[in-house]
């Protein structure tokens, strides 16, 4: 994957935190920012990509690495003569 995965759990609809929770057997809430389990993980890249891609399976996305996931809100792009 040549681009980061973005991730927002603010993001999903109430559909997809049904889903998650059905695909990793942990609650949403139940996520600490700083540990997520990897089914967790798998879980929610396959729903994102799902968006998507309606084809994109769980094989697939138990291939990604999670160098390639950015969880969490995205970045706001600094604007121009802005420092970050």
């Known amino acids: ?11 999903l609809t109430l559909g997809e935190m049904d889903e998650f929770e059905e695909l990793s057997g942990i609650k949403l809430s139940d996520i600490d920012g700083g540990s997520i389990p990897a089914k967790a993980l798998i879980a929610l890249v396959f729903i994102s990509k799902k968006r998507t891609d309606p084809k994109y399976t769980i094989k697939k996305a138990r291939a990604v690495k999670v160098t390639d996931l950015q969880l ?12 970050t």
């Open 1 to 11: 994957m040549s681009e980061k995965l973005s991730i927002n759990l603010d993001d």
């Open 72 to 83: 969490g809100a995205d970045p706001t792009p600094a604007k121009p003569g802005e420092t």
